[in-house]
């Protein structure tokens, strides 16, 4: 099956700067790789997604790339604000299936 | 609903009773999905049902878990003979239709097995 493997687990930034989170993963076969933001108690909600078919999809201050040679996505959030303090999950789907298969997190706070 | 909902939010039990957690997707979506969440990691997907029937089962940690969906709206997710590493958050989520996208979560049932 799929193996997602996330980085860093922890991630402490000062207002306004950039926030870098990365994924890898293990299955050739996966083609859709989503991100997901859980605040503390609250659901998982997708903040954005990339499909194979881009090396990279821009909304706002969030962007995601990836590099499917290499097995890798990142999320890169840009003017880091207070409210971006949460839990942020990569995940993967190989093309057909169902599943999700999920890293293990990246708790990021940000320091006003 | 506006959402996902799950009841009951958080429930503790002694070891070895029974437990059901119950899901009500978003009104339409036809695919729902239940996953684990252990303090610290990941949702961990357990099964998932397109319509009544449970299309991959493969993630159930055994058999004393079970989930039904029949009339393929509301879930529920059986628990028998409770044990205290079944504690953990757990997950209910759903999407319109299979494998084109975001998975719409509710705020989970916690699950305390004393």
């Known amino acids: 099956g799929e193996n997602v493997e996330q980085h860093p687990s922890t991630l402490s930034v000062q207002e306004g700067d950039s926030a870098v989170i990365k994924c890898t993963y293990s299955?050739?076969?996966?083609?859709?790789f989503p991100w997901y933001k859980q605040e503390l108690g609250k659901r998982p909600q997708l903040i954005i997604d990339?499909?194979?078919?881009?090396g990279e999809k821009k909304d706002q201050r969030i962007a995601v790339t990836l590099n499917k040679t290499a097995k890798h996505f990142s999320l890169h959030i840009t003017e880091t604000q207070p409210e971006d303090s949460a839990v942020y999950f990569c995940?993967?789907?190989?093309?057909?299936?169902?599943?999700?298969?999920f890293g293990t997190g990246t708790r990021l706070t940000v320091i006003p | 609903g506006a959402g996902v909902s799950q009841t009951p939010s958080n429930k503790v039990t002694e070891k070895g009773k029974y437990v059901e957690l119950r899901c009500d997707p978003i009104?339409?979506?036809?695919?729902l999905y239940w996953y684990r969440q252990s303090l610290g990691q990941g949702p961990e997907f357990l099964i998932y049902?397109?319509?009544?029937?449970?299309?991959?089962d493969s993630g159930l940690p055994n058999d004393r878990f079970f989930a039904v969906r029949p009339e393929g709206s509301v879930s529920t997710l059986k628990i028998q003979r409770t044990e205290r590493g079944d504690s953990a958050v757990y997950l209910c989520?759903?999407?319109?239709?299979?494998?084109?996208?975001?998975?719409?979560f509710g705020e989970g049932s916690r699950l305390t097995v004393l």
């Open positions: 989520a759903s999407s319109p239709q299979t494998g084109t996208g975001e998975l719409f």
């Open positions: 299955d050739s076969a996966s083609n859709y």
């Open positions: 990339i499909r194979s078919n881009v």
């Open positions: 995940a993967a789907r190989r093309t057909g299936a169902n599943n999700l298969f």
């Open positions: 009104s339409g979506h036809t695919a």
């Open positions: 049902f397109q319509g009544t029937g449970a299309a991959d």
